[in-house]
């Protein structure tokens, strides 16, 4: 993999249901989790509970984060597409989310980050 190609990205989740963010993203990217993760041609996708859960206004204490790592043979624009399409899902669905990564700027509402206001 090239070093200039988008990694990792963790989205921060507002929802407190790791159960129904995996039903959502199974049926947003057509796979099935195998516990924790979903496993798709680009991308790697785990649900996990955020241990540093508390504070809602801050982002990242948000109780839920989904992590996306690249594959191997992964391309930029597959891989902001998969963002893309996790964060819009959730804001559409009423679940605030914030996406962190290097390329955050390039995703919409930069990430999320954006809509939470100044």
């Keep these: 993999m090239a070093d200039d190609v988008y990694r990792f990205c963790k989205i921060f989740l507002r929802s407190a249901d790791p159960s129904e963010i995996k039903g959502m993203l199974a049926s947003l990217l057509g796979g099935e989790f195998q516990r924790r993760s979903m496993y798709l041609t680009d991308v790697t996708v785990d649900v996990l ?57 390039e995703l919409p509402w930069r990430g999320g980050i954006g809509r939470l206001g100044p």
């Excluded at 998969?82 to 804001?91: L, R």
């Excluded at 605030?96 to 700027?105: G, I, R, T």
Aim: hydrophobic share 45%.
């Design 49 to 105: 509970k955020n241990p540093d859960a508390g504070a809602e206004d801050d982002f990242v204490r948000w109780p839920t984060f989904v992590e996306v790592e690249a594959g191997d043979e992964a391309v930029n624009e597959s891989v902001a597409g998969i963002i893309s399409k996790i964060v819009e899902a959730m804001w559409e669905a009423g679940i605030p989310a914030v996406a962190a990564c290097s390329f955050e700027d």
